[in-house]
């Protein structure tokens, strides 16, 4: 499953590569929403939550939906600031109709649904729809949503008021501890983007971005099968460091596409595609399959050892190890006349992680 970015005919200048005080703080937002999915920022969630003012605490809680599960697409701009006030005034920009839609696509779900074709703030049917949707996420969503098409002016300035606050209570701090680091590596990703291209550049990004053999499109390894284009705007690609291990895409209709990435950390492991996960899945599906692994996690075994042990043919082993050789799973070594197949002890070991980082990609 892929996101596909269409870029054709769009100058390299166009991609671009930048620092975003709202989109990190909106990570930080989000890693208090879902510690679990941050467990390196574990200790920093607990400071920040304990030292919260009960009011702002509750203030996070109402509008949580805006972040937790999936981010509205405002709060990652395509057009970074350089100072948290300005991107929100950006925001402020936005009509009613642009900001109520996008903020209710993620209070109802993560999964982007389609609200309705008209607007809910005036079609009584897409308003319904809406509610419908919201009220199936829990009564939090329900009361965040049905405020929202109530009154939008007012729920834009709480929202707004809330993350200045935010800035006061964590933020501001956690920004000055992290700038440098996002500032040096948008530079030099746009230094490789000018002197090597974009293949290098997207690599630079991620194991999970690729650019498309004709060049006229990014891949994006995700778990959706979605498409956007750029349509001559371009790219914007906003490194994060408490955004890790998410790979954020906002590729709505009528958004600009931009990609938030995590900076990359020393040393850090190549991320497994989702195909070799569902490989290694399938592979481990099959009763068969599994008891051979478990002679193999002994040591060595021919094909027709393996045979021999589970009463099976050899042409019957031979395409169990077929499958378990291409996830990855096995190793082969030759020794004379005869293959011997061993168990691969950290790709079985690495697969609860790596399905957990292809997941919460």
């Known amino acids: 499953m892929t996101l596909r970015i269409d870029i ?3 100058p390299a200048d166009r991609l671009r590569f930048a620092a975003s005080p709202l989109a990190e703080l909106t990570a930080m937002l989000h890693v208090l929403a879902a510690p679990a999915h941050h467990p390196q920022l574990a200790g920093w969630a607990a400071d920040v939550r304990g030292a919260l003012r009960p009011e702002l605490a509750e203030r996070l809680r109402e509008a949580e939906f805006l972040w937790r599960s999936s981010c509205a697409d ?3 701009p395509a057009r970074p600031r350089a100072t948290l006030a300005q991107e929100l005034d950006d925001v402020d920009r936005l009509d009613d109709e642009t900001y ?6 993620t209070t109802c779900g993560g999964s982007r649904v389609r609200l309705a074709a008209s607007s809910p703030l005036t079609d009584p049917a897409a308003r319904e729809r809406a509610m419908d949707l919201a009220q199936a996420r829990g009564a939090l969503q329900e009361a965040f949503a049905e405020r929202l098409l109530a009154d939008p002016p007012a729920v834009r300035a709480r929202v707004r008021d809330t993350l200045e606050q935010c800035a006061e209570a964590f933020f501001d701090t956690a920004w000055a501890g992290v700038t440098a680091r996002i500032a040096s590596d948008a530079r030099l990703k746009t230094d490789l983007l000018a002197r090597q291209g974009v ?3 997207l690599a630079s990004v991620s194991g999970a971005l690729t650019l498309a053999p004709d060049g006229h499109c990014i891949v994006v390894d995700k778990l959706q099968d979605k498409a956007t284009a750029a349509d001559g705007a371009g790219v914007t690609f906003i490194p994060s460091v408490y955004g890790r291990p998410h790979l954020v895409v906002v590729h709505a209709s009528g958004w600009q596409p931009v990609v938030q990435y995590p900076v990359a950390e020393p040393n850090p492991p190549e991320p497994v595609s989702l195909e070799t996960v569902g490989l290694r899945l399938d592979a ?3 009763p068969v399959r599994l008891r051979l692994l478990r002679t193999l996690a002994r040591g060595p ?3 027709r050892e393996l045979a021999h042990t589970w009463e099976l043919t050899p042409p019957e082993v031979s395409r169990h190890l077929a499958v378990l050789r291409r996830a990855e799973l096995l190793t082969a070594r030759r ?7 061993a168990l691969n002890l950290p790709a079985m070991t690495a697969l609860g992680t790596d399905l957990l980082s292809a997941v919460l990609r």
């Open 100 to 105: 109520v839609t996008a903020a209710l696509v």
């Open 301 to 303: 075994h021919t094909t």
């Open 8 to 10: 054709t005919g769009l």
């Open 335 to 341: 020794q004379g006349r005869y293959v011997r197949y």
């Open 284 to 286: 481990l599906a099959h």
């Open 199 to 201: 293949a290098a550049a």
């Open 74 to 76: 405002f709060l990652v």
